[in-house]
DNA sequence: ATGGCAGAGATTCTCTGA
């Protein structure tokens, strides 16, 4: 079983660039971020003709989330409770008897900006309901998606640099910290203990090709599901601009389940 | 090489992203 994380920049912007990796990869399960788009624009007959049944929770310009199955999605939860300011940024469902969040976690824009503190309380949230256990099972639950977090310090290309400044702080680390306490693996990190390996590149100054990089797209899993993973990579080749396709700054990250 | 921002939305410019 195949299950994957990308933010996709812009869902109608980026179909074409997600088909052809949908066939060059062939996952079971997909979580999407950054839309872009309310429902009624979501293409979801194309993702039918490949093999996809799809459920959103999406807005008009920004945010949005979504899941791409092979199997039937039942939806558990679309938005995250008690943070509808913030934005179309959490949808959960069960498929394949996983339970399966897709998150867009939200990004702070600086240590002194309002939206830090609301970032704050946007983690704090979504620790208050995975917490609750309320139509989430725990055990066999799958959690991914663009946290806007580098986890630690070889997270991040610069950590010496950018130490304190947004993506790096102590705060956002402890928010990272208590979802895991509550019972998931960092499932890249479980399986590559020491390897710097990033999932999202400026598209400013060459950042890719200097890999100018940050880790902060993430997949999550219970300690049941996490014992089954026997590899986990971020899928650079689908960072680069291919056949005259512009990419996402993100690249997907892949976990493999026996 | 992967090449030097890009997408969306309201109007040729602003806002946002990480």
Redesign the pocket.
Do not use: C, M, V
């Given at each position: 079983m195949i299950l994957a994380t990308w933010?996709i920049?812009?869902?109608?912007?980026?179909l074409d660039y997600i088909l052809d990796w949908l066939a060059a990869r062939k996952p079971d399960v997909v979580g999407l971020?950054?839309l872009?788009?309310?429902e009624k624009?979501f293409p979801f007959e194309a993702f039918r003709q490949a093999g996809y049944s799809a459920v959103i929770h999406g807005q008009?310009?920004?945010?949005g989330v979504a899941v791409l199955s092979r199997g039937a999605c039942e939806v558990l939860q679309a938005g995250l409770p008690g943070t509808s300011p913030a934005g179309a940024r959490m949808l959960a469902v069960d498929t394949g008897g996983i339970n399966f969040l897709s998150l867009?976690c939200?990004?702070?824009?600086?240590i002194e900006h309002p939206?830090f503190r609301s970032k704050l309380s946007w983690f704090d949230q979504l620790a208050v309901f995975l917490e609750s256990g309320d139509r989430i099972d725990k055990d066999r639950t799958v959690i991914v998606g663009?946290f806007?977090i580098c986890p630690e310090p070889i997270d991040s290309w610069n950590e010496e640099l950018l130490a304190g400044t947004?993506?790096h702080t102590g705060e956002e680390r402890q928010r990272l910290e208590r979802i895991i306490k509550i019972g998931f693996e960092d499932l890249y990190r479980q399986l590559n203990p020491d390897t710097r390996m990033f999932s999202?590149w400026?598209?400013?100054?060459?950042a890719?090709?200097k890999?100018q990089g940050?880790r902060?797209d993430l997949l999550l899993a219970s300690d049941l599901i996490a014992s089954r993973v026997t590899e986990v990579y971020t899928d650079r080749d689908f960072?680069?601009?291919r056949d005259g396709r512009?990419?996402s700054?993100?690249a997907p990250v892949i976990a493999v389940l026996e």
């Open positions: 933010n920049n812009g869902i109608r912007a980026r971020q950054e872009k788009a309310e624009n008009k310009a920004w945010n867009y939200p990004n702070g824009k600086s939206d663009d806007n947004i993506f999202w400026d598209y400013r100054g060459g890719f090709y890999n940050l902060i960072r680069k601009k512009t990419p700054d993100h």
